[in-house]
């Protein structure tokens, strides 16, 4: 069975920084996409940040780019996103997920992403 386990989120003032963690159980971190999707009241899903762990390409949503940064831990079977210089319009519920490639492509489209983490609310303030 696959779990994935999300933690690190909370509270925390703009311009300050969080560690999302994504640790997964029964699937392993190789040669998949691996993403970072966030969701705020009243908005769609919405990519932030995919790694295909098979060649090492990463893809940021414009507004997140040079401030959060997707990796990952072989050892640990675990995925992150540190997200630093928070805004208060990054505050939304944080999700990971594990999917294939389309055509060779990791793409942000929650549609191609079978596996799901829990969740975990961010909240940024003025």
């Known amino acids: 069975q696959v779990q994935l386990v999300i933690s690190g989120g909370g509270s925390v003032q703009a311009g300050g920084s969080l560690r999302l963690s994504c640790a997964a159980s029964?699937?392993?971190?190789?040669?998949?996409?691996m993403g970072w999707f966030r969701q705020a009241p009243g908005k769609e899903r919405e990519g932030v940040a995919v790694?295909?762990?098979?060649?090492?390409?990463?893809y940021y949503t414009d507004s997140v780019k040079g401030r959060f940064t997707i990796s990952r831990d072989n050892a640990r079977n675990t995925l992150y996103l540190q997200m630093n210089s928070l805004k208060p319009e990054d505050t939304a519920m944080y999700y990971c997920?594990?999917?294939?490639?389309?055509?060779?492509?990791?793409?942000?489209?929650?549609?191609?992403?079978?596996?799901w983490g829990q969740g975990t609310q961010v909240t940024v303030s003025l």
């Open positions: 029964g699937y392993t971190y190789s040669n998949v996409c």
């Open positions: 997920a594990a999917g294939s490639r389309v055509r060779d492509v990791c793409y942000a489209y929650s549609r191609y992403y079978r596996y």
């Open positions: 790694l295909d762990t098979g060649g090492g390409s990463t």
